[in-house]
């Protein structure tokens, strides 16, 4: 019993020292480190807080895209942010354009243009905020709309 009780006695003062030399070893490396993180956390995030303001610009020069497929513009309805250059493509067979509406404001298509065939494309950049109408001349059942926002 005794000796029993001596190698228990030893076992928990071995544990004892270990746990004590890693509360040591633990507690010590952490708290340099902890003040460490906050500062470089902190200084990134301060310029964090500057990129979006440059990537919130970007979009302003963005493209979007349509397709003419079977005498329909697609999507008929865009929606896109100022300074947007829209890119149509005809996918028919036959010649189309893209032209304003009568009723439509400046800032869209002009009312007249040429038309352009199969495999090719029209371009226009909306710099004006609004919703502009627009149509094909030859095929005025084809319609669609431009939405521009700021
Ligand atoms: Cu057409």
New binding site residues.
Partial sequence: MNRTTAIIIGIVALAAIVAIGLWVALGSAPIPTAPTNTNTTQTPSSGEELEPEPAANAPQSTTAKAV?VD?AFSPATLTVKKGTTVTWTNQ?D????VVSDDAAPEGGPPKEAG?FGKGETFSFTYNTVGTFPYH????PF?QGTVVVTE
């Fill in positions: 003419i005498k028919d036959m010649g189309h354009n038309l094909c001349s030859p095929h084809m």
